[in-house]
């Protein structure tokens, strides 16, 4: 599942990084929604999979498991990237909201994370969940869109 995934992502964001203008002169382009997936699911994979590996490193003097700095920085840059994309896809393709509303739910419970760190996995699931569904959204509805 998880490899299918990654192709679909990965042969996405190859495709539409670099296409045919008509020559061999290529152009290059972002997909947004790829980088807003992308991103979230690094968080996701940063969230649990840092503190099985790196666990030792307060011993070595180094915390960046529960670093409130660091935390609160990938937060912003996940925010920053998912609301240019879902931005982007709204003005100029679908003009659906349904997208921005799970996007905004999910950085809510994710932001509260980090206010009540007791149940930090109780929010943080529903709050990948959401991010993630609202850019594949958004990515689904710009490509039917067909502008």
Not at 7 to 35: E, H, M, Q
Not at 65 to 78: D, K, P, R
Request: with cysteine; hydrophobic share 55%.
């Amino acid at each position: 599942m998880i490899n299918r995934w990654l192709t679909f992502v990965c042969n996405n964001v190859a495709n539409d990084y670099l296409w045919p203008v008509g020559t061999t002169i290529f152009k290059k382009r972002i997909n947004w929604d790829a980088l807003g997936v992308t991103t979230s699911v690094l968080c996701a994979i940063h969230c649990a999979v840092l503190p099985l590996f790196l666990s030792s490193w307060p011993l070595l003097g180094v915390n960046i498991i529960h670093n409130q700095v660091f935390e609160t920085t990938m937060i912003f840059i996940a925010f920053a990237v998912g609301i240019y994309a879902l931005s982007h896809g709204f003005k100029k393709h679908h003009h659906n909201i349904l997208p921005i509303a799970l996007f905004a739910v999910g950085m809510c419970f994710l932001f509260a994370k980090q206010v009540w760190h007791n149940a930090e996995l109780w929010l943080l699931l529903p709050a990948v969940a959401l991010i993630i569904s609202g850019h594949f959204i958004n990515y689904r509805l710009s490509r039917e869109a067909a502008h």
